[in-house]
């Protein structure tokens, strides 16, 4: 969940796939933007045990680690988002419950500019539309803190990368889509 200090105004939820299921299982995706694009995973599993999604490509080789927990988990995480690599067409899904996962578009992500401060708990994916600058990050959780930030064309920058507790400032490459890995509740101010 990510709480704005000015909400934006939202964008249609066109450009997203839903798909669900419980248990074990592998499921062929489709894009909404096309395979070679750059696409959102928001997963959802109300389980109590292992929770694992991993993107596969056309071999079913792994390309990208989307998800894993223990328990109820609810987040978003970037696929394909590097210009390394094969392009994922198949989710394989470790799961002893019920889940749902949605394959979404960047372009219907939630974004915000340099002025606002956003907030979240947990996994999340949104855009950057502001210029370079600092910004102060929080985290209040007791695991991983890493924050990414992906301007496209392969160009990618590890902003944080902390295990608990965190409070700092650093730059801010410009705009672009950024990705929030979180065990507790984070922060990002100017």
Do not use: C
Not at 47 to 55: D, E, T, Y
Not at 85 to 99: D, K, M, N, V
Not at 144 to 165: C, E, K, M, P, T
């Amino acid at each position: 969940m990510i709480t704005w200090t000015d909400p934006p105004k939202r964008p249609a939820p066109t450009g997203t796939r839903t798909y669900r299921g419980n248990g074990d299982a592998v499921i062929n995706i489709a894009k909404p933007d096309g395979s070679r694009s750059v696409a959102a995973v928001q997963s959802s599993y109300g389980g109590a045990g292992n929770f694992i999604v991993w993107g596969l490509d056309s071999a079913y080789g792994n390309t990208d680690l989307l998800a894993n927990a223990i328990g109820s988990y609810s987040g978003t995480a970037l696929l394909d988002e590097s210009d390394r690599g094969s392009r994922t067409t198949w989710l394989e899904i470790t799961a002893e419950g019920p889940w749902t996962i949605t394959v979404k578009s960047t372009k219907v992500l939630p974004a915000y500019g340099a002025g606002r401060a956003v907030s979240g708990r947990g996994d999340t994916v949104f855009r950057y539309t502001g210029g370079r600058s600092t910004r102060h990050f929080t985290h209040s959780g007791r695991s991983n803190f890493v924050v990414w930030s992906y301007a496209g064309s392969g160009v990618d920058d590890l902003l944080v990368n902390r295990i608990g507790r965190y409070s700092g400032r650093v730059r801010y490459p410009g705009p672009g889509l950024v990705e929030v890995t979180a065990d507790g509740s984070w922060t990002i101010r100017p």
